[in-house]
């Protein structure tokens, strides 16, 4: 290894948590603008436009754009996620696979936990995201709240070109797209990165968890999802604190993906919220069930997680 980059390793490592996370933060801004970059270009390559016409293109995509946006989105996110948080532990840990927990192998049984959790969490999920689209903002703060709005459109929009494929080569896509490429780079950054180290900086794992759940929702920049993703955030977080392997965690996240997709695929063609997506919302039967299941659930994880380290296993 070049000396220079030891000695610079070596002085990341060594530093205290905060300067950590500012280090962190830097690779995260660095890495956001050259993957927007890499976006655009790859939407100029394959469609033969300008750097102006490209711009203007994700603004208002149509259907024949969305295999150039989903590779461009699927670059992104190796690039922003997994690519920081592989750098980030290059330089935080002697062993970034150690650190990002990725040779930590789940049991089994814990990985069907985390299944049926996600799976009885749904309607609880719902009724946040029920709760935070009814959120206003005060009346001075009209413009921003708009704007929101229009970005929570656009979003919607543009997730609504995704899904809709009638062929089983764009569902497998999608997957590949929409679920496991974020579930595994989201989770490496959000959890393996900045949950270790805001624990580290508050010494305190609950707030650790806490603010990396904050930071995964806001990096999201959708304001009406800000509250479902919040306790996702959270719920993984806790996940991942449990079991100390970044895999359950990914597969929690995966599992919440893959449910949107593999609905919207096998529901098509569809407008407006789906059944799914209308579960406990209006704190019906469902709620209930689905809070005391996934409390039951998630409680039965923790202790039997608990019980192999104590057993040693």
């Given at each position: 290894?070049?000396?220079?980059?030891?000695?610079?390793r070596?002085?990341?490592?060594?530093?205290?948590?905060?300067?950590?996370?500012?280090f962190?933060?830097?690779?995260?801004?660095?890495?956001?603008?050259?993957?927007?970059?890499?976006?655009?270009?790859?939407?100029?390559?394959?469609?033969?436009?300008?750097?102006?016409?490209?711009?203007?293109?994700?603004n208002?995509?149509?259907?024949?754009?969305?295999?150039?946006?989903?590779?461009?989105?699927?670059?992104q996110?190796?690039?922003?996620?997994?690519?920081?948080?592989?750098?980030?532990?290059?330089?935080?840990?002697?062993?970034?696979?150690?650190?990002?927990?990725?040779?930590?192998?789940?049991?089994?049984?814990?990985?069907?936990?985390?299944?049926?959790s996600?799976?009885?969490?749904?309607?609880?999920?719902?009724?946040?995201?029920?709760?935070?689209?009814?959120?206003?903002?005060?009346?001075?703060?009209?413009?921003?709240?708009?704007?929101?709005?229009?970005?929570?459109?656009?979003?919607?929009?543009?997730?609504?070109?995704?899904l809709?494929?009638?062929?089983?080569?764009?569902?497998?896509?999608?997957?590949?797209?929409?679920?496991?490429?974020?579930?595994?780079?989201?989770?490496?950054?959000?959890?393996?990165?900045?949950?270790?180290?805001?624990?580290?900086?508050?010494r305190?794992?609950?707030?650790?968890?806490?603010?990396?759940a904050?930071?995964?929702?806001?990096?999201?920049?959708?304001?009406?999802?800000?509250?479902?993703?919040?306790?996702?955030?959270?719920?993984?977080?806790?996940?991942?604190?449990?079991?100390?392997?970044?895999?359950?965690?990914?597969?929690?996240?995966?599992?919440?993906?893959?449910?949107?997709?593999?609905?919207?695929?096998?529901?098509?063609?569809?407008t407006?919220?789906?059944?799914?997506?209308e579960?406990?919302?209006?704190?019906?039967?469902?709620?209930?069930?689905?809070?005391?299941?996934?409390?039951?659930?998630?409680?039965?994880?923790?202790?039997?997680?608990?019980?192999?380290r104590?057993?040693?296993?």
């Open positions: 290894m070049n000396l220079y980059l030891s000695k610079f070596d002085f990341v490592s060594g530093s205290s948590a905060w300067y950590k996370l500012l962190v933060c830097f690779l995260v801004l660095v890495f956001f603008m050259l993957t927007g970059i890499l976006g655009l270009v790859t939407i100029m390559i394959s469609h033969g436009l300008t750097l102006q016409d490209a711009a203007s293109l994700l208002n995509p149509g259907p024949a754009d969305i295999p150039a946006l989903k590779l461009s989105q699927a670059l996110t190796i690039g922003l996620f997994i690519g920081t948080a592989w750098l980030a532990a290059f330089f935080l840990s002697p062993a970034a696979g150690t650190y990002l927990t990725i040779k930590s192998k789940p049991s089994f049984f814990s990985l069907f936990l985390v299944v049926l996600m799976i009885i969490w749904i309607p609880t999920v719902n009724f946040s995201a029920a709760i935070n689209a009814r959120l206003n903002l005060p009346e001075s703060m009209d413009f921003v709240e708009n704007e929101m709005e229009a970005l929570r459109n656009s979003y919607n929009q543009l997730t609504e070109l995704f809709n494929t009638g062929s089983v080569t764009g569902f497998m896509v999608n997957i590949i797209v929409m679920a496991i490429l974020p579930a595994v780079g989201e989770e490496l950054l959000f959890r393996g990165v900045f949950q270790r180290l805001l624990t580290e900086w508050t305190n794992i609950h707030w650790g968890i806490v603010l990396a904050l930071l995964f929702s806001f990096f999201h920049f959708e304001f009406f999802g800000f509250l479902p993703r919040f306790l996702l955030g959270i719920f993984f977080g806790y996940l991942f604190a449990w079991t100390s392997s970044i895999w359950v965690p990914i597969l929690a996240h995966f599992t919440n993906n893959f449910i949107i997709v593999c609905y919207s695929f096998y529901s098509q063609p569809t407006g919220p789906s059944p799914i997506e579960l406990g919302t209006h704190a019906d039967l469902f709620l209930w069930i689905s809070l005391a299941g996934g409390i039951l659930v998630s409680a039965l994880l923790f202790y039997y997680e608990k019980s192999r104590f057993s040693g296993k």
